[in-house]
Protein backbone atom coordinates (compact mmCIF):
# COMPACT_ATOMS: atom_id res chain seq x y z
CA UNK A 1 0.00 0.00 0.00
CA UNK A 2 1.58 3.39 -0.95
CA UNK A 3 0.19 6.33 1.44
CA UNK A 4 -0.58 9.67 -0.16
CA UNK A 5 1.08 12.44 -1.01
CA UNK A 6 3.16 15.08 1.30
CA UNK A 7 5.03 17.57 2.06
CA UNK A 8 8.27 16.53 4.33
CA UNK A 9 9.65 18.73 6.82
CA UNK A 10 12.66 18.32 9.30
CA UNK A 11 13.02 21.22 11.68
CA UNK A 12 15.69 21.42 13.93
CA UNK A 13 14.01 23.33 17.22
CA UNK A 14 10.84 23.09 18.56
CA UNK A 15 9.96 26.34 18.49
CA UNK A 16 10.78 25.80 14.46
CA UNK A 17 8.31 22.41 14.59
CA UNK A 18 5.44 24.86 16.73
CA UNK A 19 5.63 27.44 14.05
CA UNK A 20 5.48 25.19 11.19
CA UNK A 21 2.46 23.53 12.67
CA UNK A 22 0.38 26.86 12.74
CA UNK A 23 1.71 27.58 9.39
CA UNK A 24 0.68 24.91 7.51
CA UNK A 25 -2.82 23.38 6.46
CA UNK A 26 -4.79 21.64 9.35
CA UNK A 27 -4.21 18.06 8.20
CA UNK A 28 -0.22 18.53 8.79
CA UNK A 29 0.96 15.70 11.41
CA UNK A 30 4.01 15.16 13.48
CA UNK A 31 5.87 12.20 13.22
CA UNK A 32 8.35 10.48 15.41
CA UNK A 33 9.54 6.94 14.64
CA UNK A 34 6.44 6.59 12.25
CA UNK A 35 5.53 3.17 13.69
CA UNK A 36 1.85 3.98 14.39
CA UNK A 37 1.32 6.88 11.69
CA UNK A 38 2.72 5.33 8.71
CA UNK A 39 1.15 1.80 8.64
CA UNK A 40 -2.10 4.39 9.46
CA UNK A 41 -0.83 6.21 5.86
CA UNK A 42 -0.30 3.15 3.95
CA UNK A 43 -4.29 2.23 4.62
CA UNK A 44 -5.18 5.94 4.01
CA UNK A 45 -6.80 5.68 7.14
CA UNK A 46 -4.19 8.81 7.49
CA UNK A 47 -3.75 11.53 4.21
CA UNK A 48 -1.67 14.16 5.83
CA UNK A 49 -0.79 16.91 3.55
CA UNK A 50 2.47 17.56 5.47
CA UNK A 51 4.84 15.83 7.90
CA UNK A 52 7.06 18.04 10.68
CA UNK A 53 9.36 15.02 11.55
CA UNK A 54 10.12 15.76 15.34
CA UNK A 55 14.07 13.69 14.74
CA UNK A 56 16.46 16.19 14.63
CA UNK A 57 15.22 17.67 17.63
CA UNK A 58 17.49 18.08 20.91
CA UNK A 59 15.14 19.66 23.12
CA UNK A 60 12.77 16.38 23.05
CA UNK A 61 14.98 13.85 23.98
CA UNK A 62 16.52 12.15 26.69
CA UNK A 63 15.43 11.32 30.43
CA UNK A 64 16.23 13.03 33.89
CA UNK A 65 15.04 13.76 37.00
CA UNK A 66 13.99 16.97 38.16
CA UNK A 67 12.89 18.22 41.59
CA UNK A 68 11.34 14.83 42.15
CA UNK A 69 9.89 14.30 39.00
CA UNK A 70 11.15 12.10 36.36
CA UNK A 71 11.41 13.72 33.14
CA UNK A 72 11.21 11.59 29.94
CA UNK A 73 11.82 13.02 26.34
CA UNK A 74 8.93 12.69 23.93
CA UNK A 75 11.66 11.28 21.34
CA UNK A 76 13.01 8.56 23.72
CA UNK A 77 12.45 5.89 21.89
CA UNK A 78 11.33 2.46 23.23
CA UNK A 79 14.27 0.42 23.02
CA UNK A 80 16.11 3.62 24.84
CA UNK A 81 13.66 3.03 27.86
CA UNK A 82 14.84 -0.43 28.13
CA UNK A 83 18.22 0.40 28.02
CA UNK A 84 17.87 3.22 30.50
CA UNK A 85 19.70 2.76 33.89
CA UNK A 86 18.00 6.02 35.10
CA UNK A 87 14.58 5.14 34.12
CA UNK A 88 15.48 1.54 35.62
CA UNK A 89 16.45 3.02 38.67
CA UNK A 90 13.41 5.26 39.31
CA UNK A 91 10.46 3.46 37.46
CA UNK A 92 11.03 0.17 36.60
CA UNK A 93 7.63 -0.59 35.35
CA UNK A 94 8.40 1.49 32.06
CA UNK A 95 11.14 -1.43 31.33
CA UNK A 96 8.82 -4.15 31.96
CA UNK A 97 5.78 -2.49 29.49
CA UNK A 98 8.62 -1.37 26.95
CA UNK A 99 9.66 -4.82 26.64
CA UNK A 100 6.75 -6.45 25.73
CA UNK A 101 5.92 -3.74 23.06
CA UNK A 102 6.25 -5.54 19.52
CA UNK A 103 9.69 -6.80 18.54
CA UNK A 104 13.06 -4.83 18.56
CA UNK A 105 12.01 -3.70 15.20
CA UNK A 106 9.41 -1.32 16.17
CA UNK A 107 10.79 -0.87 19.50
CA UNK A 108 14.07 0.65 17.60
CA UNK A 109 11.81 3.41 16.14
CA UNK A 110 8.59 4.00 17.98
CA UNK A 111 9.13 6.61 20.43
CA UNK A 112 7.53 6.95 24.24
CA UNK A 113 5.69 10.32 23.47
CA UNK A 114 4.42 8.88 19.89
CA UNK A 115 3.11 5.69 21.97
CA UNK A 116 1.32 8.04 24.74
CA UNK A 117 0.19 10.85 22.08
CA UNK A 118 -1.09 8.55 19.50
CA UNK A 119 -4.41 7.42 21.52
CA UNK A 120 -4.25 4.23 20.20
CA UNK A 121 -6.21 2.26 23.52
CA UNK A 122 -4.30 -0.56 22.50
CA UNK A 123 -0.86 1.64 22.94
CA UNK A 124 0.78 -0.28 25.95
CA UNK A 125 2.31 2.94 27.42
CA UNK A 126 -0.79 5.27 28.43
CA UNK A 127 -1.83 2.98 31.08
CA UNK A 128 1.40 2.97 32.70
CA UNK A 129 1.83 6.47 32.75
CA UNK A 130 -2.07 6.33 34.41
CA UNK A 131 -0.98 4.45 36.96
CA UNK A 132 2.54 6.55 37.78
CA UNK A 133 0.29 9.99 37.80
CA UNK A 134 2.05 11.13 34.64
CA UNK A 135 1.35 14.61 33.15
CA UNK A 136 1.96 15.54 29.16
CA UNK A 137 3.94 18.49 28.65
CA UNK A 138 2.19 20.27 25.25
CA UNK A 139 3.97 22.72 23.75
CA UNK A 140 1.54 25.11 21.09
CA UNK A 141 2.25 29.10 19.57
CA UNK A 142 0.08 29.62 23.23
CA UNK A 143 2.49 28.33 25.54
CA UNK A 144 3.10 25.34 27.76
CA UNK A 145 0.69 23.74 29.34
CA UNK A 146 0.44 20.37 31.45
CA UNK A 147 -2.31 17.33 31.04
CA UNK A 148 -2.57 14.36 33.37
CA UNK A 149 -2.54 11.45 31.66
CA UNK A 150 -5.70 10.28 33.67
CA UNK A 151 -7.28 13.20 31.57
CA UNK A 152 -6.08 13.05 28.32
CA UNK A 153 -7.67 10.16 26.44
CA UNK A 154 -11.51 11.27 24.60
CA UNK A 155 -11.98 8.20 22.69
CA UNK A 156 -10.10 6.54 20.22
CA UNK A 157 -7.50 8.69 18.80
CA UNK A 158 -8.82 11.92 20.53
CA UNK A 159 -6.91 13.18 23.00
CA UNK A 160 -7.22 16.68 24.79
CA UNK A 161 -4.21 18.02 23.09
CA UNK A 162 -5.16 21.17 20.30
CA UNK A 163 -4.28 21.40 16.89
CA UNK A 164 -0.61 22.50 16.13
CA UNK A 165 0.34 21.20 19.74
CA UNK A 166 3.45 19.32 20.17
CA UNK A 167 4.03 16.82 23.43
CA UNK A 168 7.26 17.74 24.55
CA UNK A 169 7.66 15.21 27.52
CA UNK A 170 6.07 13.63 30.38
CA UNK A 171 6.83 13.89 33.83
CA UNK A 172 5.85 11.65 36.86
CA UNK A 173 7.29 12.08 40.98
CA UNK A 174 9.28 9.06 40.98
CA UNK A 175 7.72 6.31 43.31
CA UNK A 176 8.89 5.54 46.44
CA UNK A 177 12.21 3.35 46.64
CA UNK A 178 10.79 -0.24 47.66
CA UNK A 179 7.82 0.38 45.79
CA UNK A 180 5.90 -2.55 44.08
CA UNK A 181 5.25 -2.24 40.42
CA UNK A 182 4.03 -4.89 37.28
CA UNK A 183 2.55 -4.78 33.60
CA UNK A 184 0.84 -7.91 33.17
CA UNK A 185 -0.50 -7.98 29.12
CA UNK A 186 -2.11 -10.66 27.33
CA UNK A 187 -1.38 -11.24 23.90
CA UNK A 188 -1.60 -14.07 21.04
CA UNK A 189 2.11 -14.06 20.34
CA UNK A 190 4.94 -11.71 19.84
CA UNK A 191 4.49 -8.54 18.67
CA UNK A 192 0.45 -8.51 19.35
CA UNK A 193 -1.36 -5.67 20.61
CA UNK A 194 -2.73 -6.57 24.12
CA UNK A 195 -6.14 -9.42 24.30
CA UNK A 196 -6.01 -6.77 27.68
CA UNK A 197 -3.16 -6.23 29.66
CA UNK A 198 -3.03 -4.00 32.99
CA UNK A 199 -0.49 -2.09 35.14
CA UNK A 200 -0.12 -1.96 38.70
CA UNK A 201 2.33 0.36 41.05
CA UNK A 202 1.69 -0.04 45.00
CA UNK A 203 3.28 0.87 48.22
CA UNK A 204 3.06 -1.45 51.30
CA UNK A 205 3.88 -0.32 54.84
CA UNK A 206 3.31 -2.67 57.83
CA UNK A 207 2.36 -5.58 55.38
CA UNK A 208 -0.76 -3.42 54.61
CA UNK A 209 -0.72 -1.81 50.84
CA UNK A 210 -0.60 1.75 51.71
CA UNK A 211 -1.21 3.48 48.11
CA UNK A 212 -1.76 1.71 44.68
CA UNK A 213 -2.90 2.49 41.44
CA UNK A 214 -4.15 0.67 38.07
CA UNK A 215 -3.96 1.75 34.26
CA UNK A 216 -5.99 -1.11 31.76
CA UNK A 217 -4.91 -0.83 28.39
CA UNK A 218 -6.96 -2.32 25.25
CA UNK A 219 -10.40 -3.49 26.88
CA UNK A 220 -11.88 -0.08 26.34
CA UNK A 221 -12.22 2.75 23.76
CA UNK A 222 -9.54 4.51 25.81
CA UNK A 223 -6.81 3.16 28.10
CA UNK A 224 -8.93 3.22 31.67
CA UNK A 225 -8.06 4.60 34.85
CA UNK A 226 -8.96 1.69 37.41
CA UNK A 227 -9.44 4.00 40.11
CA UNK A 228 -12.38 1.76 42.05
CA UNK A 229 -9.86 -1.44 41.15
CA UNK A 230 -7.28 0.18 43.47
CA UNK A 231 -8.83 1.41 45.75
CA UNK A 232 -10.26 -2.38 46.30
CA UNK A 233 -6.89 -3.33 48.05
CA UNK A 234 -5.55 -0.40 49.75
CA UNK A 235 -5.45 -0.77 53.56
CA UNK A 236 -5.02 -4.60 53.83
CA UNK A 237 -2.59 -7.09 52.70
CA UNK A 238 -3.42 -8.86 49.77
CA UNK A 239 -5.53 -11.74 50.33
CA UNK A 240 -7.63 -13.72 47.83
CA UNK A 241 -10.63 -11.71 48.78
CA UNK A 242 -9.27 -8.12 48.44
CA UNK A 243 -8.28 -9.98 44.78
CA UNK A 244 -11.32 -10.66 43.87
CA UNK A 245 -12.85 -7.24 44.27
CA UNK A 246 -10.22 -5.69 42.52
CA UNK A 247 -10.63 -8.21 39.87
CA UNK A 248 -14.63 -7.57 39.74
CA UNK A 249 -13.78 -3.54 39.72
CA UNK A 250 -11.68 -3.64 36.91
CA UNK A 251 -13.99 -6.03 34.99
CA UNK A 252 -16.92 -3.64 35.70
CA UNK A 253 -15.55 -0.38 33.87
CA UNK A 254 -13.86 -3.19 31.25
CA UNK A 255 -15.71 -1.98 27.85
CA UNK A 256 -14.26 -3.86 25.14
CA UNK A 257 -15.16 -4.54 21.43
CA UNK A 258 -15.10 -8.22 19.92
CA UNK A 259 -12.09 -8.71 17.80
CA UNK A 260 -9.99 -11.13 16.51
CA UNK A 261 -8.52 -11.30 20.18
CA UNK A 262 -11.24 -12.90 21.25
CA UNK A 263 -14.96 -12.24 22.30
CA UNK A 264 -16.14 -9.08 24.48
CA UNK A 265 -17.01 -11.27 27.59
CA UNK A 266 -13.61 -12.72 27.15
CA UNK A 267 -11.34 -9.82 27.01
CA UNK A 268 -13.41 -7.94 29.74
CA UNK A 269 -13.00 -11.19 32.26
CA UNK A 270 -8.80 -10.71 30.93
CA UNK A 271 -9.14 -7.02 32.27
CA UNK A 272 -9.91 -8.67 35.88
CA UNK A 273 -7.03 -11.32 35.63
CA UNK A 274 -4.66 -9.06 34.24
CA UNK A 275 -5.38 -6.60 37.15
CA UNK A 276 -5.19 -9.51 39.87
CA UNK A 277 -1.90 -10.58 37.98
CA UNK A 278 -0.20 -7.42 38.06
CA UNK A 279 -1.15 -6.51 41.69
CA UNK A 280 -0.13 -10.16 42.90
CA UNK A 281 3.14 -9.25 41.25
CA UNK A 282 3.52 -5.91 42.27
CA UNK A 283 2.83 -6.82 45.95
CA UNK A 284 5.34 -9.56 45.76
CA UNK A 285 8.41 -7.24 45.13
CA UNK A 286 7.02 -4.50 47.19
CA UNK A 287 7.30 -7.31 49.86
CA UNK A 288 10.38 -9.08 48.98
C1 LIG B 1 3.81 -4.36 13.93
C2 LIG B 1 3.56 -3.37 15.02
C3 LIG B 1 3.21 -3.83 16.28
C4 LIG B 1 3.00 -2.92 17.32
N1 LIG B 1 2.65 -3.40 18.55
C5 LIG B 1 2.48 -2.52 19.57
C6 LIG B 1 2.17 -2.98 20.88
O1 LIG B 1 2.06 -4.17 21.15
N2 LIG B 1 2.00 -2.05 21.85
C7 LIG B 1 2.14 -0.71 21.62
O2 LIG B 1 2.00 0.08 22.54
N3 LIG B 1 2.42 -0.25 20.38
C8 LIG B 1 2.61 -1.12 19.37
N4 LIG B 1 2.92 -0.65 18.11
C9 LIG B 1 2.96 0.81 17.91
C10 LIG B 1 4.33 1.36 18.18
O3 LIG B 1 4.66 1.24 19.56
C11 LIG B 1 4.40 2.85 17.77
O4 LIG B 1 5.72 3.14 17.58
C12 LIG B 1 3.81 3.83 18.73
O5 LIG B 1 2.47 3.59 18.99
C13 LIG B 1 3.83 5.26 18.16
O6 LIG B 1 5.08 5.81 18.37
P1 LIG B 1 5.82 6.49 17.16
O7 LIG B 1 6.99 7.20 17.76
O8 LIG B 1 6.11 5.47 16.14
O9 LIG B 1 4.76 7.57 16.67
P2 LIG B 1 4.26 7.94 15.21
O10 LIG B 1 3.78 6.74 14.49
O11 LIG B 1 5.28 8.78 14.53
O12 LIG B 1 3.03 8.89 15.60
C14 LIG B 1 1.82 8.35 16.11
C15 LIG B 1 0.81 9.48 16.30
O13 LIG B 1 1.20 10.32 17.39
C16 LIG B 1 1.46 11.66 16.94
N5 LIG B 1 2.68 12.08 17.63
C17 LIG B 1 3.84 11.40 17.72
N6 LIG B 1 4.71 12.05 18.50
C18 LIG B 1 4.08 13.17 18.92
C19 LIG B 1 4.45 14.25 19.76
N7 LIG B 1 5.66 14.30 20.35
N8 LIG B 1 3.56 15.26 19.96
C20 LIG B 1 2.32 15.20 19.39
N9 LIG B 1 1.91 14.20 18.60
C21 LIG B 1 2.78 13.20 18.37
C22 LIG B 1 1.61 11.58 15.42
O14 LIG B 1 1.22 12.78 14.77
C23 LIG B 1 0.68 10.41 15.10
O15 LIG B 1 -0.65 10.88 15.04
C24 LIG B 1 3.14 -1.52 17.07
C25 LIG B 1 3.50 -1.07 15.79
C26 LIG B 1 3.71 -1.98 14.78
C27 LIG B 1 4.11 -1.45 13.42
Given at each position: MIPGVFDYHR???????????SR???DARVIAGGHSLIPMMKLRLASPSHLVDLAAIAELKGARVEAGEVVIGAMVTQHEA??????AAHAPILRETAAVISDPQVRYMGT?????????????????????????????QGGERRV?????YQGAYTTAALPGEILT?????????????????????????????????????????????????????TALFADAAARAVVGGALDKAS?????????AIADPAADGRGSAEYRKKMAGVMTARALSRAFARATA
Open positions: PASLSDAIGLLLDSIGSELLIGGNVANGDPGNDMPAVMMALGASYVLRGAARDYAIRFPAPPAGHGYAYEKLKRKVGDYATAAAAAILTVSGGRIATCSIGLTNVAELARASAAAE
